[in-house]
């Protein structure tokens, strides 16, 4: 339970706290001005000349407080075959009825869109599944209204199949991804389908 040398005065002194407070710090850093300093223990301080607009608080001395034990996830899923009434008619996004897990709220399940609360790596995966529909679907991920990956389900003899795919992406705070129908219909319904998402680790 040492703060390294390295660690600028203010930084030295909350380590110091949180160390009173919580019985384990871990200070890493550069060597020179331009890296941030993060201390890692109950929450990251990190020191930085120039603190970034994350979602953590920020001092007037330049530390940025953050909860090392925020996670966030989300996995939703489709239990209705009912067909939102604007899902024909101009937004075509997906959507669904019931959010299995959203540790931390970020998916708004009525407009079936995630914000990202912070910079980080974030993984996402779909499985659209089609029923009794001889058409050809593509399903997109979007980010901020851009198609990132796609997704296709064509097979005209099967009575039910999934367009899935799956991917990290970067986000920065309050990027919105969600899924659309960009080619075809659901008119069978998209019931157990899927649509997931969790923060790999925050920039």
């Known amino acids: 339970m040492v703060v390294p040398a390295c660690c600028p005065g203010p930084c030295a002194m909350l380590a110091l706290s949180l160390l009173m407070g919580y019985g384990v710090v871990r200070c890493v850093a550069g060597q020179n001005d331009t890296e941030p300093i993060v201390l890692e223990g109950k929450c990251l301080v990190v020191c930085d000349s120039n603190p970034s607009s994350d979602g953590g608080v920020t001092s007037s001395l330049g530390i940025s407080v953050r909860s090392a034990g925020a996670k966030v996830a989300f996995s939703a899923v489709r239990g209705t075959n ?15 009825d019931q959010a299995l897990v959203n540790i931390g709220n970020h998916f708004d399940l ?65 990027d919105r991804v969600y899924l659309k129908l960009e080619r075809g219909t659901l008119m069978g319904g998209w019931k157990y389908s899927t649509f997931s998402g969790f923060l790999v680790f925050p920039l």
């Open 82 to 96: 009912h067909e939102p009434s604007d899902m024909s008619n101009t937004s075509m996004t997906i959507y669904f």
């Open 110 to 174: 009525k407009a079936s869109v995630f914000q990202a609360p912070r910079r980080g790596i974030y993984s996402f995966g779909f499985h659209v599944v089609k029923v009794y529909n001889r058409q050809t679907i593509q399903v997109n991920l979007m980010q901020n209204d851009y198609p990132i990956i796609s997704a296709f389900a064509g097979d005209q003899d099967v009575t039910r199949e999934a367009a899935s795919n799956g991917v990290l992406l970067q986000l920065e705070r309050e």
